[in-house]
Nanobody, 124 residues
Framework: QEQLAESGGGLVQPGSSLRLSCAAS????????IGWFRQAPGKEREGVSC????????LYADAVKGRFTISRDNAKNTVYLQMNSLKPGDTAVYYC?????????????????WGQGTQVTVSS
C-alpha cells in the first residue's frame, strides 16, 4: 500500500527552526516529484515548495523563500523541509504529496499521493 507519512511538526517560538520529514512506503520516490503544502485554519491550501525526482529542481513560494529549504534522500525514500526563522504566519498543517513526473516539479500540478499532515504552530 502506497503511503506518505509526515513527521517533525510541533509548537515553536517565532524565529525557531523545524525540519519536517516525508517518508514514503510501498513505492519508490525515485520517479516522483514531491511537494509540500500547508493549510491554515480558515484558509485554502497553498503550495510551499517542491523538488524534482532527481533533486536538481526546486521551487519555493514567495512567502518562504530564503527561510525554507527542501531536500531529498532517495536512498532513504524521504524528503525534508527545513524551516528556519519561523513566523506565526507559518502556522498550519503541513502536507507532503507525490507527483509522478521526472525532471521537474510544480506547485500547481495534480499530486497523486498525499500524507495525513503534521501540525506546525509558531507562537510565543
Amino acid at each position: 500500500q502506497e503511503q506518505l507519512a509526515e513527521s517533525g511538526g510541533g509548537l515553536v517560538q517565532p524565529g525557531s527552526s523545524l525540519r519536517l520529514s516525508c517518508a514514503a512506503s510501498g513505492f519508490s520516490l525515485d520517479y516522483y516529484a514531491i511537494g509540500w503544502f500547508r493549510q491554515a485554519p480558515g484558509k485554502e491550501r497553498e503550495g510551499v515548495s517542491c523538488i524534482s525526482n532527481s533533486g536538481r529542481t526546486t521551487l519555493y513560494a514567495d512567502a518562504v523563500k530564503g527561510r525554507f529549504t527542501i531536500s531529498r534522500d532517495n536512498a532513504k525514500n524521504t524528503v525534508y523541509l527545513q524551516m528556519n526563522s519561523l513566523k506565526p504566519g507559518d502556522t498550519a498543517v503541513y502536507y507532503c504529496a507525490a507527483d509522478r513526473i521526472r525532471g521537474a516539479c510544480g506547485l500547481g500540478r495534480t499530486y497523486g499521493y498525499w500524507g495525513q499532515g503534521t501540525q506546525v504552530t509558531v507562537s510565543s
